[in-house]
């Protein structure tokens, strides 16, 4: 009694132990997509909404993007011509929000969002594979802390979450 029960038991231990917990980590484009291309970020902020802006994000998010596949790996950065995959973004905010204020009601901490519009584009068909009308990277700074970051370093460390964000959302299934 006693063996056919431990016996089950690392039956079960094993049955476990090899199907593991579910998580996987494939991509989810198609499996001859072996190349992309990052078309550059157009600035689609209405002007009305413009207040936080800085001058030259979109070529840093495009250069961050892009630098962020070649970390990866899965997919090979080309011109036009050459992708299986073209991805097309749009900047559509670039915004701050307090989070964290004085007894005065000023503002100590802000939290600054970089959001994109942006779709992947099958380069053979134009054939949409996937779209994400708001999707965003975000960091959090100080307005007078002296150890914190600055605003225009609080943006770079959003746009670095936010081409990782990127890129994981065009070659992870989660």
Not at 124 to 151: A, C
């Amino acid at each position: 009694m006693k063996c056919s029960s431990f016996l089950s038991l690392l039956a079960l231990i094993f049955c476990l132990s090899i199907s593991g917990c579910g998580y996987t980590n494939k991509t989810v484009l198609p499996n001859n997509t072996q190349s992309i291309y990052v078309m550059t970020v157009r600035n689609e902020i209405p002007i009305q909404h413009v207040y936080a802006y800085e001058p030259g994000l979109e070529m840093t998010i495009t250069n961050a993007i892009i630098r962020r596949f070649q970390q990866d790996g899965n997919l090979k950065v080309v011109k036009q011509e050459d992708a299986d995959a073209i991805l097309d973004a749009k900047l559509v905010a670039f915004e701050q929000e307090g989070v964290r204020f004085s007894n005065l009601e000023s503002v100590e901490e802000y939290r600054l969002f970089v959001v994109l519009s942006m779709k992947l584009l099958d380069a053979k068909t134009n054939q949409v594979i996937w779209e994400e009308p708001r999707f965003s990277g975000d960091e959090e700074y100080f307005v007078s802390d002296v150890r914190s970051l600055n605003r225009g370093d609080a943006a770079l460390v959003a746009i670095d979450r936010l081409a990782r964000n990127v890129v994981d959302r065009v070659v992870e299934d989660w």
